[in-house]
């Protein structure tokens, strides 16, 4: 299932990957000051961070540039929540923090 990006808030989609149920969130948001990424260094502008979360707490992150094909990671290793309910408040804090209008 396709995310649906939104200006503000939080889009949520749930769907299968391989036969694992991935929980997935989007906003949408500015960042003038950038955000680190792994692959590239610092972007900004209008960004879109999409975060995905598996059935056993596995924490996905992910960033572009709104309307871009090409993703990239936030730094760090891996990320593994435990809880899978607390996937909506890890990514409104993160999306919160990467904001820098």
Same mark, same amino acid.
């Given at each position: 299932?396709?995310?649906? =990006?939104?200006? +503000?808030?939080?889009? &949520? $989609? !749930? &769907? !299968?990957?391989?036969? @694992?149920?991935?929980? !997935? !969130?989007?906003?949408?948001?500015?960042?003038?000051?950038?955000?680190? +990424?792994?692959e590239?260094?610092? @972007?900004?502008?209008?960004?879109?961070?999409?975060?995905s979360?598996?059935?056993?707490?596995?924490?996905?992150?992910?960033? $572009?540039?709104?309307?871009?094909?090409?993703?990239?990671?936030?730094p760090?290793?891996?990320?593994?929540? &435990?809880?899978?309910?607390?996937h909506?408040?890890?990514?409104?804090?993160?999306?919160?923090?990467?904001?820098? =209008?």
């Amino acid at each position: 299932m396709p995310v649906r =990006p939104a200006r +503000t808030g939080i889009v &949520h $989609t !749930k &769907h !299968k990957n391989g036969g @694992i149920h991935m929980d !997935k !969130k989007s906003t949408i948001f500015t960042a003038t000051h950038g955000v680190m +990424t792994s692959e590239v260094g610092v @972007i900004s502008g209008e960004l879109e961070l999409v975060t995905s979360c598996d059935d056993d707490g596995v924490l996905t992150l992910a960033i $572009t540039y709104v309307g871009a094909e090409e993703w990239y990671s936030l730094p760090g290793e891996e990320y593994r929540l &435990h809880d899978v309910r607390d996937h909506e408040v890890v990514h409104g804090m993160l999306a919160a923090v990467l904001e820098r =209008p």
